[in-house]
């Protein structure tokens, strides 16, 4: 009975062990810091991957339809289009295509060859991302390795600065 208890005692740390996941308590997109594979549709009915974006430093900028912050963040950024050149800006939301090419088509996003619009509805990209609050912001270099994320609204300056990081 002593040597059972003495197995026991020894092996069961080990056990336990083996059972922890010590990245459980991060998002997965802390856990896997790659820019997302999910298939999205483009406003053409298109659907591409990550395998489809240039390798430019990207930020991936999820964002809701109906979101007024959102709104507003996508008009700073056409205002200021030129400084957002050199990188790639995906645009995904979780609402269905057609909701989407609304937005598209408001904002004029097929003018600006760095914007990628697409639509995920499948929401895989909110549970990704753990997204509590629109926009949420993540910037990745050309590697595609993350480097920093927002949720919620964020400054273009602040933008900039992890861009060019």
Sequence with gaps: MRYLFLLLSICMPMLLKAQFNPNSGKPPYLQYPIVPAFPMT??????????DLKKDKTMVF???VDCDHCKHLTEELIQ???KFKNYQILMVTPFQVDQMKEYYNHYNISKYSNIIMASEPS?????????KFF???YIYTAKDKFVHGFEGTAKIDSLLYYLKK
């Design 42 to 51: 483009l406003p053409d009915g298109h659907v591409i991957t990550k395998k």
């Design 62 to 64: 999820v964002f809701s």
């Design 80 to 82: 200021n289009i030129d």
């Design 123 to 131: 929401r895989q990209i909110m549970y990704f991302y753990d997204l």
């Design 135 to 137: 926009p949420g912001l």
